[in-house]
């Protein structure tokens, strides 16, 4: 007698065995789903909330304080505009009613109807990262303050 008449005819799986393997595989698309539409950000979640005259006022007088401390010679051309950039970032985060301060130019620009705000964040990117630059300290305040007058 050869070792071949002794095997056994291979057994077949049981029922539960492919459907508990399929809802595995179920459950991982369903987490991985979950987990990449949790954490996108919404293309245009609410309208930005009304902001008060003396809000405005008050991110309008840390222009002006930016661009002061500037021409008293206690900030460069790159702090100011490092300066002028968190400044609105906070005014965008108080409009948009979510903190904005690690977000890029172009999601706040989705947030923005007139997109000046995200334009003049990519803008002063140049200035606040460069070791020279040409940009002129009286237009970015003022541009800053467009911006802070009219969204």
Do not use: K
């Amino acid at each position: 007698m050869s070792g071949v008449e002794s095997l056994l005819p291979p057994e077949a799986y049981s029922t539960w065995v492919p459907v508990v393997g399929g809802l595995l595989l179920l459950a991982v698309a369903g987490w991985y789903a979950f987990v990449l539409l949790s954490t996108r950000h919404p293309a245009r979640p609410r309208e930005p909330g009304p902001l008060s005259r003396d809000g405005r006022a008050r991110f309008e007088e840390e222009v002006d304080e930016a661009i002061s401390s500037y021409r008293r010679g206690e900030e460069d051309l790159r702090g100011l505009h490092l300066e002028l950039a968190r400044v609105m970032r906070s005014f965008a985060s108080e409009r948009i009613g979510r903190d904005v301060s690690s977000w890029t130019a172009g999601e706040i620009a989705d947030f923005d109807p007139t997109t000046r705000l995200g334009d003049l964040l990519r803008l002063w990117e140049e200035p606040s990262f460069a070791r020279r630059s040409d940009a002129e300290a009286e237009t970015a305040a003022q541009r800053a303050r467009e911006v802070i007058r009219q969204w």
